[in-house]
């Protein structure tokens, strides 16, 4: 079990290139056979040991050639500018995984990635409205997503479906919408009306709390 107190409470939103209902979460293989996407947070309320993280927004773009537990993942950490160096470094601590237990979020990271590029600090905007299925995140000079409900075919309606996993390692509970993503920075990729997921999320050391 890891010894280190920390805990990130706030809005998650995950993007990627595969189509709606990320295959994933239900143990598929990817849409188009690989994985380029991102996940990212607004910390509403989070720490690392006494580092306060509050208000803080980060993101990670990643890039898989296959299913993701085959493994050989590149990731580039994208942090919020306004961190403090210790704020940073308290981040980088908890996406290391190895203050984490084994089968959680960050420490399942850690064994399925072997590049990680330079981090990035950029100026974030991020909004975010899970039960509208609305979002969007700019990361200045390097990433933008935007999120909308998923639209009937015939209609053109607002189209809600919601995956519940109550053992996941991710989240609990998500709203599922389509996401358009520009991504210029090691990772360069761009996608219109793919897949997104939208939750509020718990995350600890000894994994999801909420």
Known sequence: MAASDWRL????????TCAFGCPCDFNARPTQGYCK???????AKGHFEGTRLDGLCFAITVDFPGPLHEGNGTIQPIIDERATEEQRQALFDIFSGKHSAEGTLFQIVSMIVTKIHDPVFAPFEFSFDKDGRVARLVAKGVLETDVEPIKNPVTGDPHRIQVVMPEGFEH??????SANIRSTGAIPFETRGTHSSLANVVQTPTGVAA
């Open 37 to 43: 996407g991102l996940v990212a947070m607004r910390i």
């Open 9 to 16: 409470e706030g809005e998650w939103m995950k993007n990627c």
């Open 172 to 177: 609990r509970a998500a709203e599922v919408a």
